[in-house]
């Protein structure tokens, strides 16, 4: 991005330079992700090895915050049940925008192995709450995690904020008793 | 009348001056996805009701409609932390049941990654325990070490965490050839984690304040809730199904089997359970390191089997002592190559059903440790 | 002691509520009990000097076709021997004395026993669903189960 090429080179004229401020506002979104802290099974155990030093999450940006109204993303690791799925969308709805969903692993992508004959298991959560980047595996690699991650980064920069927050308000005055 | 409608009855008839609180199934300290309702009187905890099934995965509905070999995946997902101990009592009463002896090479090498996924689980176990109570850097050292056994794994089979690796008479895969000289690495790593680990975490103050005197869990009353693992040894009995009932070929290593002492508070209590766990990672390093000496260099990995598994009329009851307990097996076969019945005896939904007698009377903060004393895997809870 | 002998004591003891004793290979041993006398033979296997079985490894249900069974399978911590013991019930009427007070491990086996099996245990404090969410219909590892269209306003396949 033309903010950060600069960054070695001395200034010229003063140090100013020239952006859009949604540009701005992407960067510091897209690099400070903050997850809802959410794991449910197996795909959560990957997750934690990733959190762990050899990995390093960190480095994104990202902290976990266990109260959904401070977090920007949640990450659906692991079986998503009957059971659970009401308290997901319970979740999910107490996040406030802007917010997105990474499903990992493939039994929240599509029901996983349990997909035939789970009476049990929503195949996909992609089924209740709107999913924004998938991650797949059986358990995932730390390393499909972080392209994950980068995809979501890549998607939020690219995203024109201030017409969605335009269009949100315009929906609910709409829609407004 | 349906069972909402019993809860909600229950619910009316308690003490208006205590407060009902909900802990999970969202929350960072459960383990995995339970929900405790505790109910407290100011800070102390009087009664405890968990409530399960949020990840209820219809594994024994899966097992009456796959075939044998195709169970195997489903098992590794039950205790997904430690999979290739939950593989070995499920191949163990197939081959039982059919008769198959295996190579000896085979018991070796089953023997090495199971103690290893010990390690792996015991590592989990006490770095979890030691962020209940606050402490974040053994976390990173475990974590750090965890990595080592699962790059090994990952040679040996393809896969980190969940492994399909155990056949019927034998397994996927050979070794490869530096497997021994790996193990041994990794074994000096472990042992000198563990020693910083113990002046860290385990010998401190602060820990030893937190953990000792709370969660006491009296012998006879483990034995009644049928616990087993580092659970029931902390309580002081010494009882472990690799020397009472022997299985594979244990009965040719010299290992010891760590019981709680009440060293550091009271017999029974959460520091005695954490450190059987310590104990049994050092006994662990002890027989693989024999393992590897006794291990004949040639043989085959695979007995010789019928290319369709069928398992004669009957029912059989296998189990192993896994880290977190005894992991049983109980399988009903008609004669056809798919099972009439599967139940899983998981360890943890046995161990997990103690919760409410031990922490009544402890302070809600204790509560959390408590349940990471007991070392849970939702997994194995629900199925 | 081994199974037979445990049999020929229960027998002497209990007499007819002792139905059978199976050792055809390559199945493990089983004694079959009659249901209504479960209570008592389970307190003296547990109380009795000769047979201190302290230990419940795990209490199944299954579904045998035209009845409900219940299979207990038990270990002594001091005299390290094991036995097996099995009730049957009809299927119309599935209900079996509980053990929970004699070990109080089988509360939550009894309740998951019920919860995917439909069978009822008499005398058990709280036999509510202890796998399924309270609110689902029907016993899901039953031969002849339907699995349902939606559950919630979920798609359940």
């Not at chain 1, 897209?30 to 030093?53: R, T, V």
């Not at chain 2, 990952?154 to 996927?172: D, M, P, T, W």
């Not at chain 2, 103050?205 to 953990?211: A, D, E, G």
């Not at chain 2, 005896?345 to 161990?351: A, L, M, P, Q």
């Amino acid at each position: 991005m033309g903010l950060l090429n600069k960054l070695d080179d001395p200034f010229e004229g003063g140090g100013i330079v020239m952006g859009t401020v949604e540009d701005l506002l992407n960067w510091g979104r897209s690099k400070s992700d903050w997850y809802l802290h959410f794991g449910l099974a197996c795909c959560a155990i990957e997750f934690m090895s990733m959190n762990a030093s050899h990995f390093d999450f960190m480095r994104f940006g990202t902290i976990p915050r266990t109260s959904p109204r401070q977090a920007d993303f949640i990450m659906i690791t692991g079986t998503v049940t009957f059971k659970m799925a009401d308290r997901i969308k319970i979740l999910y709805e107490q996040m406030a925008e802007p917010k997105y969903v990474i499903s990992v692993g493939s039994c929240s992508n599509c029901g996983g192995p349990y997909w035939e004959h789970g009476y049990h298991v929503l195949k996909g959560i992609d089924r209740i709450i709107p999913v924004d980047v998938y991650i797949p595996g059986c358990p995932p690699r730390p390393e499909a995690f972080h392209e994950g991650m980068m995809q979501l980064q890549k998607k939020i920069s690219q995203q024109a904020i201030f017409n969605k927050r335009k269009k949100l308000k315009a929906e609910l005055k709409k829609n407004a008793i | 009348m349906n069972d909402k409608k019993i809860l909600e009855l229950e619910y009316s008839t308690h003490d208006s001056d205590r407060m009902r609180i909900n802990v999970g199934p969202q929350h960072p300290s459960t383990h995995g996805v339970l929900r405790l309702e505790v109910e407290i009187d100011g800070e102390i905890v009087t009664e405890v009701v968990p409530h399960l099934g949020y990840l209820h995965r219809s594994f024994e509905k899966h097992c009456e409609n796959m075939t044998y070999p195709q169970i195997t995946p489903y098992i590794d997902r039950m205790d997904y932390i430690s999979a290739m101990n939950n593989e070995w009592p499920y191949v163990m009463a197939l081959e039982k049941m059919m008769d198959i002896k295996v190579p000896e090479k085979v018991d070796y090498i089953r023997v090495i990654i199971a103690e290893l996924n010990r390690i792996a689980n015991h590592q989990i176990a006490v770095a979890t325990f030691g962020m209940d109570a606050g402490a974040f850097t053994p976390f990173l050292y475990f974590f750090r070490d965890r990595e080592y056994i699962l790059w090994i794994f990952e040679k040996l089979c393809g896969a980190r965490l969940l492994y399909n690796y155990f056949r019927v008479g034998g397994l996927s895969a050979d070794i490869y050839p530096t497997f021994k000289e790996e193990c041994l690495d990794v074994i000096k790593k472990v042992r000198k984690t563990n020693a910083e680990v113990m002046n860290l975490l385990i010998n401190n103050k602060i820990f030893l304040q937190r953990t000792t005197k709370i969660g006491i869990l009296p012998a006879d009353v483990a034995i009644n809730y049928a616990c087993s693992g580092p659970v029931l040894r902390g309580s002081g009995v010494k009882y472990d199904l690799r020397k009472d009932e022997t299985y594979s070929i244990y009965n040719k290593f010299d290992f010891d089997i760590p019981v709680g002492k009440g060293a550091a508070g009271i017999l029974g209590d959460c520091w005695d359970r954490n450190m059987v766990r310590m104990d049994e990672m050092e006994q662990s390093c002890k027989i693989i390191e024999q393992a590897l000496a006794q291990m004949p260099a040639e043989g085959d990995v695979k007995a010789a089997i019928p290319k369709k598994i069928k398992l004669p009329k009957g029912e059989v009851y296998m189990r192993a002592e896994g880290p977190k307990g005894d992991l049983g097996f109980y399988i009903v076969s008609n004669g056809s190559d798919k099972p009439e019945r599967v139940k899983a005896r998981g360890t943890s939904f046995v161990n997990l059903s103690v919760i409410p007698e031990i922490s009544k009377g402890y302070m809600f903060a204790d509560l959390i440790l408590i349940l990471g004393s007991i070392d849970i895997v939702l997994g194995e809870v629900d199925r | 002691m081994l199974p037979n002998e445990i049999y020929n004591n229960l027998k002497t003891e209990f007499g007819d509520a002792i139905i059978e004793y199976n050792d055809a290979q390559p199945t493990d041993p089983f004694i079959l009990i009659s249901t209504d006398k479960l209570f008592d033979v389970c307190h003296t296997l547990r109380d009795n000097e000769e047979f201190l079985f302290d230990y419940l490894m795990c209490l199944s249900g299954m579904d045998l076709g035209d009845s409900m069974g219940v299979v207990y399978h038990l270990y002594s911590m001091t005299h390290k021997h094991k036995v097996v013991l099995k009730v049957s019930a009809p299927k119309s009427d599935p209900r079996v004395p509980s053990v929970e007070k004699i070990w109080r491990t089988a509360d939550w086996h009894e309740r998951e026993a019920y919860d995917l099996l439909g069978i009822q245990f008499e005398g058990h404090h709280n036999m509510i669903r202890i796998l399924c969410p309270y609110d689902w219909e029907g016993h899901p590892l039953r031969k002849d189960y339907k699995v349902p269209e939606f559950y919630h306003g979920m798609k359940v396949s």
